[in-house]
């Protein structure tokens, strides 16, 4: 299917007699391709007599193109047009190994995952959504407060963006969210999930998920049950997206290789200065029931830490949502 939706543009029509021809394909072959690409969030228009166009312009990755671009941070690329969790796909290949720095990105991921298991939404086209394979030569217990470092190389990366775009405004409303968000304006920008493995005492590696919404249609916003943001509103254009994946795995590179060095604790102050609840009065929803609570910060391992009426909790896990709104 995205083989044919390739060869469709959002400017003009291509006939069903011109596709089958490029793609050595009968017509009717190509017209049941495209009438099942609704799932994937793409619509196309059909006119009998002018063939076929696409609703949106779609910025389709192109594995040569990202190679060449990532050649000298040392990446090893791998572009698929489906999976159903690029995580889980990373996580198996890394049992057997897969070298350090693998990236694996997809078109159209069906299945992907969450924290705590949500669902992660992201019609064809609309997003990024990749895992990157980060092997540490530390234990497993040192790898606490990654999830901070990855949102704050992301919010960085989503900041630049923005200046670059002489969107000063916009990019100064990008901001993490403990422990594992990137928002804008308290609307959901990009997700990560990371899943580990390795030794006590090391070494360990990491796969760390990204999901960022680049340009989101309407019908995904109301599919989605909390705000949202994307790239394409606040920068006034929607990015190119291999300069923009390319763009990400830069900041992912520079600040990853810091946290090697360092652990969390070099980049504390500045993934405080970005939280976007920091000072705020918050609700932590947890397994144990409900804790009411001032942010304080983070300490040097990524814990939150909560000023409460019993004092300063050290919260590991739980949802936050600001005190007397929903959750």
Known sequence: MLDVLRHLSADEFVSGEVLAERLGLSRATIN????????????????????????????????????????GLGFHLRLEDSAESTNSQLLAHAMHGLPHKSVLVTEWQHGGRGRRGRPWLAPLGSGLTFSLLWRFNRPLAELSGLSLAVGLALAQAARALGMAAGRGNWADGVRVK??????????????????????????????????LNVRLPDEARAAIDQ???????GLGQTPERNVLLCHLLAHLDRV??????????????????LHAYQGSDVRM??????????????????????????????????????????F
């Open 256 to 273: 990853l290789r810091q946290f090697e060095a360092a652990g969390f604790a070099g980049m504390r102050a500045e993934w405080e200065a």
């Open 285 to 326: 929803a947890g397994v144990q029931g409900d804790v009411l609570g001032r942010v304080l910060g983070v300490d040097a391992e990524g814990a939150l830490l909560l000023e409460t009426p019993a004092g300063v909790r050290r919260m590991m896990s739980g949802e936050m949502s600001l005190r007397g709104m929903p």
């Open 32 to 71: 049941n391709r495209l009438r099942a690409v609704q799932p994937l969030g793409l619509t196309v228009y059909s006119i009998p007599g002018r063939g076929y166009r696409l609703a949106r312009p779609v910025s389709w990755l192109d594995e040569r193109v990202l190679t060449a671009a990532l050649s």
């Open 227 to 233: 705000p949202v943001a994307d790239l394409a509103a």
């Open 178 to 211: 403990w422990p594992n968000d990137v928002l804008h304006d308290q609307a959901k920008l990009a997700g990560i999930l990371i899943e580990v493995q390795g030794d006590a005492l090391g070494p360990s590696a990491a796969v760390i998920g990204v999901g």
